[in-house]
């Protein structure tokens, strides 16, 4: 099994700043894809931002210039520097992670347990 833990949220005001850390742990063959969505109240999940294992990254148009996420593949860690923070960034933040496990075609997508971001206005 895969664990994926997040760290790094929590309470900000506008225009403020805040990085999520997430580390992958267990049975780990390959990390495909690393991502942050997020969830505010009443609304669906939403991607935030994605680096694949050649590093290429992508981002929501909502976020482009303001966030940027980086990965470590040596510590199996991805993360989410977020800057010039909106009352709309306000959710509940989810590591994503789409990792093999054994060196077979299939792939598993695992989430952490999600981290409160709350932007002050």
């Known amino acids: 099994q895969v664990q994926l833990v997040e760290s790094g949220g929590g309470l900000v005001e506008a225009g403020g700043s805040l990085r999520l850390s997430c580390t992958a742990s267990?049975?780990?063959?390959?990390?495909?894809?690393m991502a942050w969505h997020r969830q505010a109240p009443g609304k669906q999940r939403e991607l935030v931002a994605s680096i694949a294992g050649g590093a290429s990254t992508n981002y929501a148009d909502s976020v482009k210039g303001r966030f940027t996420i980086s990965r470590n593949s040596t510590q199996n860690a991805v993360y989410l520097q977020m800057n010039s923070l909106k009352s709309e960034d306000t959710a509940v933040y989810y590591c994503?992670?789409?990792?093999?496990?054994?060196?077979?075609?299939?792939?598993?997508?695992?989430w952490g347990q999600g981290t409160q971001v709350t932007v002050s206005s």
């Open positions: 994503y992670g789409n990792i093999k496990t054994n060196n077979d075609h299939i792939s598993y997508q695992y």
């Open positions: 267990g049975r780990i063959f390959r990390i495909n894809v």
